[in-house]
């Protein structure tokens, strides 16, 4: 007698056989969860590294199911119910520590701007910036990662982003040739931190450590700036202050 399965559903989907597609369709989620609201199939893919095809079928299977919703114009994604109700109970299971309970810890620390950038999808985004201090916009240190130290975090750890760029010279102290940072590059592999000084503005300077996954991938960076001479690649405390932040972010972004 044949085994009944009253609760297994028919048609395609994702079932225990298909631990691949399985991990697609999580892989789907985080990316919507950190693109936003919005993200297109496209950025999906990219972000992914699925094809655009099988990106496509399997976001509407996820719609379809209630794991993700289209946005009301239908030309991009966003969280669904079944994803909600999800988040809500592991967050109702045990406190969860956050970014910002993090940075709200490390700014009641020091009088330094510090912010936290994500490098996930290949480009630089800002997930927590310090309200009490100037914003540098994403884009601006996009444009020009070589000028800033979070910047060439994300260079050292996503060289791929080395062909998009064009090494400008936004002061007299930017590094504008090709071998000169390749090596600080390396070096901040070898050190796992990013100075810069005077490079995207006279006056200014900036560390950056990175912040891993719980595994060993280095997803994004942290990041103090402030005036020449307070921050510095030889303070050794406000190093290892931003050193122990990080590790306090592994895990989080």
């Known amino acids: 007698m044949t085994e009944q399965h009253p609760h297994r559903r028919d048609g395609p989907g994702f079932g225990g056989q298909q631990p691949k597609a ?11 969860a950190h693109l936003g609201a919005g993200a297109t199939a496209k950025q999906i893919s990219v972000y992914t590294q699925v094809p655009p095809a099988t990106a496509y079928r399997m976001l509407n299977l996820l719609v379809a199911d209630g794991f993700l919703v289209r946005t ?27 970014v910002s309970d993090v940075l709200e810890e490390l700014r009641a620390a020091t009088r330094h701007n510090v912010y936290v950038a994500s490098f996930r999808s290949g480009m630089l985004r800002m997930v927590d ?10 884009s601006t240190i996009t444009r020009n990662p070589h000028a800033h130290a979070v910047g060439k975090l994300l260079l050292a750890y996503r ?6 760029i064009q090494l400008r010279a936004l002061t007299a102290h930017t590094v504008v040739d090709p071998v000169a940072l ?12 990013s100075f810069e000084r005077e490079e995207s503005r006279i006056g200014r300077a900036a560390l950056a450590v990175p912040v891993r996954e719980r595994g060993a991938e280095v997803v994004g960076g942290l990041c103090v700036q402030g005036t020449v001479g307070r921050v510095s690649a030889e303070n050794a405390e406000l190093v290892e202050f931003l050193r122990h932040g990080a590790a306090e972010l592994n895990g989080l972004l």
């Open 182 to 193: 390749r090596a600080q590059l390396t070096d901040i592999l070898a050190t796992e931190m």
């Open 159 to 164: 060289p791929r982003a080395l062909r998009r």
């Open 129 to 138: 910036t310090d309200p009490d201090h100037e914003v540098v916009p994403a």
């Open 22 to 32: 399985v991990q697609k369709a999580l892989a789907m989620l985080e990316a919507v």
């Open 72 to 98: 009301p114009d239908l030309s991009g994604f966003a969280l669904g119910r079944r994803t909600s109700e999800l988040a809500y109970a592991a967050a109702a299971s045990e406190p969860v520590r956050t």
